[in-house]
Every structure is written in structure tokens, then in C-alpha cells.
């Protein structure tokens, strides 16, 4: 179990044992254990928000609150990553200079109107969401997020020399990527039957999107980006959860 609670200790906030978690080989296999967490972290909002909604009238509050729980539990992490990923793409310079941009801990103009215009959709979406499809909505976007990080490591290459995304990079990519579209698929269809397949397709494709565009930018992978794909994905599913009600669909 070493590798599942490293992936925990690596992607949250959670205090960890580090005799639990193991070595570097250890967090190395864990890989397949990130949709997993998502899955735990969803389960963990969803109870919060329903909470919140026994204390507070409407779903403004409980969303916005929600929300700051999905960004506390992994310690901003993955903002953190969406930010330099867009100062450094947004800034029309070479691979090299871009590369440099993200290793700058400082936060441009940029990376502080994307994760505002972030927020602001994903507050959005989840305020718009009521009645039954909204918790397993909850539940599937922290779920989308972290296999996000799968989807993008099994196919892209880290592009630095050397760093911590380099230790995910040598596992088996066939079974990190069956076992992430297992839970993300299956996760989808329980919670919204045949319907779940939209979900599942619009994470895959913007998972995709998202891939050729850093490949093409930056020629592979680096650790914000897979912040930045977390992000992104995990605003996916109340967006077509939205788009089935508002096409007619049954949830």
C-alpha cells in the first residue's frame, strides 16, 4: 500500500507517516493510484457541500465553499501550475525562455487572469448545478482532475533533465492508462448512466486538446503543466452536466 499513500501524501495536504509512503520508487508507482485519490477527495467535497447546504439557503455559498475546499486539500498545487503554465505559454517566447518562465516563482498578470477566469467558470457551473445530478458532479470533477495527471504523463515526455515528474515516467503507461479510463468511465456512467459517456468523452478530448497544444509549445510535459491539466479538467463536468440539461437531457 506504500504507493497509495504516497499518491496521497503527494497529492494532498494530508499528513502521511513517510514510512507509509516509502521511497522515491515507491511515489514512482503510484501513478495508478491518482484517479483513486480523486475519487476521495470528490467523495470528501460532496459530503462537505451537502453539508453546507443544510447551513445556507441557495447553492451560492455552498458552491464558493466548495470550491475553497477543492483548492485547500491539495495546497493550491495545481493552481500554482496553471499559473506559471500561462505566463510561460502566453508569453510568445521560445521553448527555452518559456521553460525558464515556469521555474519562476513569481505569478504574471497571465497566470492571475487565468486562474481568476477559472474560478470564476468553475463557481459558475457548480452554482448553476441543483437537485440530484449535483453531488456525483462533485464527486467525478476532483476524479477528472487527477486522471488528468495520468492522461498527460502516459503520453508525453517530461521535458526537463531531470525533476520529480520523471519518476512517474517509467511504470507500465498501458495499465496507468486502463485503470485511470476504468474509474473515470465507470464513474461516469454510474453517476449519469448512458449519459456519463458524454462526460467521459469531453474529458478525453479536452485531456487531448490539452496534450498536443503543450507538445507543440514546449515539445512534452513539465510538472506545471500537469497542474494546469488538473485545473481544466476538473471544470469539465459540470460544464456538460449543464449543456445535457440544457439541450433537454435527463440526468
Known amino acids: 500500500m506504500q504507493p497509495f499513500f504516497a499518491a496521497i501524501s503527494f497529492l494532498t495536504i494530508v499528513r502521511i507517516p513517510p514510512a507509509w509512503c516509502g521511497d522515491e520508487q515507491a511515489l514512482g508507482r503510484s501513478l495508478s493510484w491518482f484517479p483513486v485519490v480523486g475519487l476521495l477527495i470528490g467523495c470528501v467535497a460532496a459530503v462537505f457541500d451537502g453539508l453546507l447546504r443544510t447551513l ?12 475553497i475546499l477543492l483548492i485547500s486539500i491539495s495546497g493550491g498545487f495545481h493552481l500554482d501550475g496553471l499559473a506559471d503554465t500561462a505566463d510561460a505559454f502566453m508569453s510568445s517566447r ?12 513569481r505569478c504574471g498578470p497571465m497566470g492571475v487572469l487565468v486562474i481568476v477566469a477559472l474560478l470564476l467558470l468553475k463557481f459558475a457551473a457548480l452554482a448553476s448545478l441543483g437537485g440530484d445530478w449535483r453531488t456525483p458532479t462533485i464527486v467525478l470533477m476532483p476524479l477528472a482532475g487527477r486522471s488528468a495527471l495520468v492522461l498527460k504523463t502516459v503520453s508525453l515526455n517530461y521535458v526537463r533533465d531531470s525533476g520529480l515528474v520523471s519518476l512517474f515516467q517509467h511504470g507500465n503507461r498501458e495499465r496507468h492508462y486502463g485503470i485511470t479510463l476504468l474509474l473515470l468511465g465507470g464513474g461516469s456512467l454510474l453517476a449519469f448512466g448512458l449519459k456519463g459517456f458524454w462526460v467521459l468523452f469531453a474529458c478525453l478530448l479536452v485531456a487531448w486538446l490539452f496534450a498536443r497544444y503543450c507538445r507543440a509549445k514546449i515539445g512534452g510535459l513539465t510538472g506545471d503543466t500537469l497542474g494546469a491539466a488538473c485545473e481544466l479538467l476538473e471544470v469539465v463536468p459540470p460544464l456538460v452536466v449543464l449543456l445535457l440539461m440544457g439541450t433537454g437531457g435527463t440526468v
Open 56 to 67: 445556507f439557503p441557495g447553492l451560492l455559498v455552498p458552491s464558493a465553499l466548495t470550491i
Open 94 to 105: 521560445s521553448k527555452e525562455r518559456m521553460l525558464e518562465i515556469m521555474k519562476d516563482s
